[in-house]
């Protein structure tokens, strides 16, 4: 395998955009203290500066309000993928990197080429033998990109950590965001496999992380989550690679709000997946979208497994279990096939996450069905039906419902 600690010793001269070497091959690097308005000034008119990287010419921006940097001249292109750049992620670029030298870091360099992948992190941190690239992602570049970035990381045991620029987050409720399919890969895996993903975020205009915390779906691009502000200077580079697990107990209150503005909203325009689901439901005399049991809404941790709205993958498990006779055999791995053969149900890409796949939230719904009196469990994988779904509620009825089997959920299996 290519030997990273080689490059490190040359990163000094393999920089750029805040770092660049003169026609006289002298390395200015924009962070330093030494580097006055004056002399950059000077320098700009009896030199030329050139990209570490790929050798050719650089402007250099010596604004009165915007950071110092260094830019490619047009039509310049430089041998790896570069995005623009633009004020706010220089300042939280430079922020992120003067906090983590401040703290106990072996090395820390900005911008640091590293030539056996072609890839310029944000900050290259090398702590004993471990190395770590920290991304601050403002823009949006293609999925396939940063896929490629990460796993190129990961190959030659660096640990990408990915931050989303604050400003990009898009919160609807105190517990409720908006994730995009893009912004997604930017989540990192729970303390154990089977905890939900995280979301970091940092926004340099009040120096403060948003983690997000138990990130659960509620429909493709509506995630429940909890959030925690975390001011830059209490917060170390450690914190970064490990977070805790959360439990949703204390905030389950928030996830039954997310259920009633379902409830309560006109299934109108709803996507092909619902139309058909709706037809399903009319055309076996069950019920309407909105009227959907409470058991079809568990806020499960593996839940993150499908793209599917988690009442549409839920409920098809219930009709699954509908058409069985009570105390009838309901076996985990005919549960799966039947869910995988159905083409309405989508998955959610973790590849960048985990293995796991959406047997394991199949199994996990079984299990919290199970804690709720639906099913009874009695042996591996293998339970009965223990009771009916009551899909006739009314609205009043299903709101009682949603808050008494919401608690109880959350009770028996003490999330």
């Given at each position: ?365 079984l299990q919290a069905l199970t804690s709720i009196g639906v ?41």
């Amino acid at each position: 395998m290519y030997n990273i600690g080689e490059e490190v010793h040359e990163w000094e001269m393999i920089q750029s955009m805040l770092v660049a070497k003169t026609s006289k091959n002298t390395v200015i690097n924009l962070t330093e203290k030494q580097w006055t308005y004056e002399t950059l000034y000077r320098i700009r008119k009896e030199e030329s500066f050139y990209c570490p990287v790929c050798e050719n010419e650089l402007d250099l921006k010596l604004g009165k309000i915007k950071i110092y940097h260094f830019s490619h001249q047009k039509n310049k292109t430089c041998r790896i993928e570069l995005e623009q750049e633009s004020e706010y992620h220089l300042k939280g670029k430079l922020k992120l990197y003067e906090w983590i030298k401040s703290q106990n870091i072996q090395s820390a360099k900005l911008e640091h080429y590293l030539p056996s992948i072609s890839q310029r992190p944000d900050i290259f941190i090398k702590q004993g033998s471990e190395f770590t690239a920290i991304e601050f992602q403002c823009s949006t570049i293609p999925s396939s990109l940063l896929t490629k970035r990460t796993k190129q990381y990961k190959q030659f045991r660096i640990e990408p950590i990915w931050i989303l620029g604050g400003k990009n987050v898009s919160r609807t409720s105190s517990h409720t965001f908006r994730i995009s399919q893009f912004q997604w890969l930017f989540t990192r895996p729970g303390s154990v496999p089977l905890d939900p993903p995280s979301l970091l975020t940092f926004c340099p205009q009040v120096n403060s992380f948003l983690f997000l915390d138990h990130l659960i779906p509620f429909s493709k691009q509506t995630f429940f989550a909890i959030p925690g502000y975390q001011p830059l200077k209490m917060v170390i580079l450690s914190d970064l690679h490990f977070r805790k697990s959360v439990s949703i107990h204390p905030f389950i209150s928030q996830w039954i709000k997310l259920i009633r503005s379902h409830r309560l909203k006109p299934a109108i325009h709803l996507p092909p997946e619902l139309k058909k689901l709706q037809k399903d439901l009319y055309e076996k005399n069950l019920t309407s979208i909105p009227l959907i049991p409470s058991e079809a809404f568990l806020p499960l941790k593996t839940s993150y497994l499908f793209y599917s709205h988690i009442f549409l993958w839920q409920t098809k498990i219930l009709l699954f279990i509908h058409q069985k006779n009570l105390f009838e055999k309901i076996i985990l791995e005919e549960t799966v096939n039947e869910i995988k053969n159905d083409p309405s149900l989508e998955r959610r890409d973790v590849t960048l996450l985990n293995n796991l796949t959406i047997g394991a939230a199949i199994l996990e719904y079984l299990q919290a069905l199970t804690s709720i009196g639906v099913l009874r469990n009695v042996q591996k994988n293998t339970y009965i039906k223990q009771r009916e779904i009551n899909w006739q509620c009314s609205l009043l009825e299903l709101l009682k419902n949603d808050e008494m089997i919401m608690n109880k959920f959350v009770s028996k299996c003490g999330r």
